[in-house]
């Protein structure tokens, strides 16, 4: 008792004797920190950028632990060498903290938690693609208060890191940098699906940005509906940043070869969608094949 | 005046190639096939490293009951793979790597290859480019349709000297000491190259080397010291810069040769500073496990003739790629170090 009595004391006259200097010695080491905190991310980005794929996700995965390091040096810093603070007293600190939290700052606690999560249990690293809550992008940051995301619009969100506790999250590629993509396909219900479905896993292992791997296999797979036949080829893309353009590539090259073919898209009346002339929305999935086939789009006419 | 090695002509090229063990596994597999067991037999080497050599050598061992047939360019035609009707039991088909084309529809004669090879009473002996076969035992299971794979390994010092001064007659190659070989006779500084795939370069890094020969003929007083040394550092060097590969340490050879003196500063050690867009560097793997390619086939595999004019001029300038005789571009070979470097830091091959 006597013992937190006295460290209260020591706290209290500490927290007292704070003047302008030590307040600026703060800020300034907070700004140091934060300065060689952007200049390590900034070089080690640069270099990662000039490793091959895997050595980029590699040197990304460390950004986040040195910058953690960075900051806990400068906390230790201002704790130790200026304030005089340890054991006990910190404790009381945090007690003190705890109150603050409770009033005012306590989402921004929250992230700073949510912070630590990422860096330490990885649920997410630098350079994976994830979808948390609404959002979906690759990781390009994470920061002690919230994580930047590149979406695919190339717009960058700012998550604050507390989402991690509330919103489950989803990473297409975990530290590796490639990653499943599935396409999918549509043709009409009396095309020949064997030759269909060789075409597609041939313009798939033919891709430029493909990834082919035993141990990532590539899957094709065919479901026949009512009116129509969907499939669904499941393979790696070589560098997940390639993700559309691979989905482009194998939909552009898979359509020219089904024409030649003579494999169709699915007749729009089939589907129940309204005549070209009027004005409505396509579901963005169905559109994207009948953009190649515009043979089935005169005929529905 | 040389000291180099000449008096090989008695030796097989095979066993000048260091390739006996190869030889014997691919002849045993033969003789397995004639009581009975059918092993299909794949040769696979990477570019330059003298597969077509050892097929050459394996038609002329068993001439009699062999037929060899050689693809130059992308098959398309399903005659190209057919037997003739008088073809032998054992059949030689060189450089496979062109039965296929990376597009979709291009592999019809590669199916059909493999059924011809799964279905007939032969057995084939074939040879595939390394990049080329990886990528298709990855992507179609290649390798089960082989039951023997050899797979061609680096030459050794020694077998590189004699390779490369078969080509001569005794005392014809004149053997230089260049001012650095006289300065330093024991101890000198040489670059050993190391190609870095998660860099995408290749590096020289210097490292201090003791001259045991000069040290052995300093002991023994032999005359020819000088003579030895500058031979020695010519062809370390040449091994050093080709990691054992025949075709490089020919070329590195040829472009070092000031006939008929050659001199150890003259061999060059090359490492290209690569950056391109990732298109040009797709076309470039083509090339690559192809080992040549027509502006045709780069078109039809890429999609689009202009785009490929552009790409080739890149590669040309570059000086990462030659356009030879028959009108196929191929990768230089000084620069193949640096372009599969690069291509493993692509993962465009693996």
């Not at chain 1, 009381?92 to 700073?112: C, E, M, Q, V, W």
């Not at chain 2, 023997?148 to 590189?160: G, R, S, T, Y």
């Not at chain 2, 003791?210 to 040449?238: F, G, P």
Request: neutral net charge; glycine residues 6%; proline residues 3%.
């Amino acid at each position: 008792m006597v013992d937190v009595n006295t460290s209260r004391e020591q706290l209290l006259e500490t927290l007292t004797s704070i003047d302008t200097q030590t307040l600026i010695t703060i800020i300034l080491i907070f700004l140091i920190a934060y300065v060689l905190a952007r200049i390590i991310t900034t070089l080690l980005s640069k270099l990662s950028e000039k490793m091959s794929r895997s050595g980029r996700i590699k040197v990304k995965i460390i950004i986040p632990i040195v910058k953690f390091v960075i900051y806990v040096i400068a906390f230790y810093y201002i704790f130790g060498e200026i304030f005089k603070i340890f054991g006990a007293e910190i404790l009381l600190l945090t007690g003190i903290l705890g109150a603050a939290i409770g009033f005012g700052i306590k989402d921004l606690f929250s992230d700073l938690i949510g912070g630590l999560v990422i860096t330490f249990e990885k649920p997410y690293q630098i350079g994976d693609k994830i979808s948390i809550g609404s959002y979906y992008g690759e990781v390009t940051d994470i920061s002690l208060r919230a994580t930047k995301l590149v979406t695919p619009d190339a717009n960058t969100v700012t998550a604050p890191n507390s989402l991690i506790f509330n919103e489950a999250v989803a990473s297409g590629n975990y530290g590796a940098s490639e990653m499943m993509v599935v396409i999918d396909l549509y043709i009409a219900g009396e095309s020949n699906v064997e030759t269909a479905m060789r075409i597609l896993r041939e313009a798939v292992v033919s891709s430029k940005y493909v990834y082919i791997s035993k141990k990532s296999p590539i899957v094709i797979l065919h479901k026949a509906l009512p009116f129509y036949t969907r499939l669904r080829a499941k393979a790696y893309v070589n560098d997940l940043r390639d993700q559309f353009k691979f989905e482009s590539d194998v939909h552009t090259r898979t359509w020219i070869e089904f024409q030649k073919n003579g494999i169709r898209a699915p007749q729009l009346n089939v589907l129940n969608i309204p005549s070209m002339e009027g004005n409505y929305e396509l579901d963005v999935t169905t559109l994207r094949n009948f953009g190649s086939n515009t043979g089935g789009l005169k005929k529905s006419k | 005046m040389g000291t180099q090695h000449s008096g090989s002509e008695e030796k097989s090229f095979g066993e000048i190639l260091g390739l006996r063990d190869e030889i014997g596994e691919i002849q045993a597999s033969i003789a397995d096939y004639e009581t009975g067991k059918k092993l299909n037999i794949a040769i696979i080497a990477g570019n330059l490293a003298g597969k077509t050599t050892l097929l050459g050598e394996i038609e002329r061992i068993n001439l009699s009951r062999a037929t060899g047939i050689a693809f130059s360019e992308i098959v398309r035609d399903r005659k190209e793979i057919s037997l003739p009707d008088d073809a032998k039991r054992v059949v030689l088909f060189d450089n496979c790597h062109y039965l296929y084309m990376r597009k979709p529809g291009g592999f019809d004669i590669f199916y059909e290859f493999l059924d011809m090879i799964s279905s007939q009473d032969r057995i084939f002996v074939t040879t595939w480019n390394l990049h080329t076969w990886k990528y298709l035992n990855e992507a179609f299971g290649l390798g089960r349709y082989f039951p023997v794979q050899i797979f061609i390994p680096a030459f050794n010092k020694e077998d590189l000297r004699l390779f490369i001064l078969k080509r001569y007659g005794k005392n014809e190659i004149i053997f230089a000491s260049d001012k650095q070989s006289k300065e330093e006779p024991l101890l000198y500084i040489i670059k050993y190259p190391f190609e870095l795939a998660f860099l995408g370069k290749k590096i020289f890094i210097p490292v201090p080397k003791i001259n045991i020969l000069y040290l052995k003929n300093r002991l023994l007083n032999k005359q020819e010291q000088e003579i030895e040394t500058a031979e020695d550092r010519v062809l370390e060097k040449i091994y050093l810069e080709s990691k054992g590969n025949p075709g490089i340490a020919l070329r590195i050879w040829e472009l070092g040769l000031d006939y008929p003196r050659i001199e150890p500063k003259n061999i060059g050690q090359f490492s290209f500073n690569i950056d391109l867009e990732y298109e040009a560097a797709f076309t470039l793997s083509l090339i690559l496990s192809y080992q040549g390619l027509k502006k045709t086939e780069i078109a039809e595999i890429i999609g689009s003739i202009i785009r490929v004019d552009e790409i080739l001029f890149q590669l040309l300038t570059q000086e990462l790629i030659l356009k030879d005789e028959a009108n196929s571009y191929r990768v230089r070979p000084e620069a193949l170090g640096s372009v599969i470097a690069y291509m493993e830091k692509l993962r465009l091959v693996w």
